[in-house]
């Protein structure tokens, strides 16, 4: 089982709606999560940080972790078409190991 | 400007013919990693170093050589490529071992007949 698990989607959503990406995870260790977001043709950028002891909102975007079922989660509240992109999420250990990333469509 | 440059960011090659891809970085970091992205498969990385002359391997090294002889390069080194090394290739860096954000390279696309 690999350490972070994450839905590939594609997920396609309309402009303003609420959008809810999830990552499990089965390492107790990690510390940390991170969420990156990846717009095509580029590399993925930072774009949340959380401690796996609480949430984390900035701006539109939420991000929640879940210990006792091991689930991470990214909200993005009334998202835009310039959130399109991929999604991937982290857990803080050495290897650094990635989710495969869900790749999220916002249609105008 | 904080920059991770990877060379070449478009490459067509052919079976067996040694190649190299670069990755240099300005901030001093200490660890540096190289990711392939496949569709399906997202990224997984293939090798990282810790610091100069630290090298690891990670979940996909397979048909691939790394070395770190400086802190600013982490060339990745592909002996005697095939197709299934077709791939989206990024270079990753991060200040420490154990903490800090990851930043990466515009990636380098390979293409291997």
């Known amino acids: 089982q690999k350490e972070v698990e994450q839905d590939p989607g594609p997920l396609s959503v309309p402009e303003g709606a609420i959008v809810s990406l999830n990552c499990t995870y089965s390492?107790?260790?990690?510390?940390?999560f991170m969420w990156y977001r990846q717009y095509s043709r580029k590399g993925p950028e930072l774009l949340m940080y959380t401690y796996s002891s609480g949430n984390k909102e900035d701006g539109r975007f939420t991000a929640q972790v879940d210990k006792s079922s091991k689930y991470i989660s990214l909200f993005i509240r009334d998202s835009q078409p310039s959130d399109s992109a991929t999604y991937l999420c982290?857990?803080?250990?050495?290897?650094?190991?990635f989710g495969k990333g869900t790749l999220l469509t916002v249609n105008p | 400007e904080a920059q991770v440059t990877q060379n070449p960011r478009y490459l067509i090659t052919v079976t067996g013919k040694k190649l190299t891809v670069t990755c240099s970085q300005n901030?001093?970091?200490?660890?540096m990693s190289w990711y392939r992205q496949d569709p399906g498969l997202g990224l997984r990385q293939i090798y990282y170093?810790?610091?100069?002359?630290?090298?690891d391997k990670g979940d996909v090294p397979e048909g691939y050589k790394v070395s770190r002889k400086e802190k600013r390069n982490f060339p990745l080194i592909l002996e005697s490529p095939s197709p299934n090394q077709t791939s989206l290739y990024f270079c990753?860096?991060?200040?420490?071992?154990?903490?800090?954000?990851?930043?990466f390279g515009e990636g380098s696309r390979l293409t291997v007949l």
């Open positions: 990753a860096t991060r200040p420490g071992q154990a903490t800090g954000e990851l930043f």
């Open positions: 901030m001093n970091h200490e660890y």
């Open positions: 170093s810790m610091n100069v002359e630290v090298t």
């Open positions: 390492n107790s260790a990690f510390q940390y």
């Open positions: 982290r857990g803080s250990n050495y290897k650094l190991t």
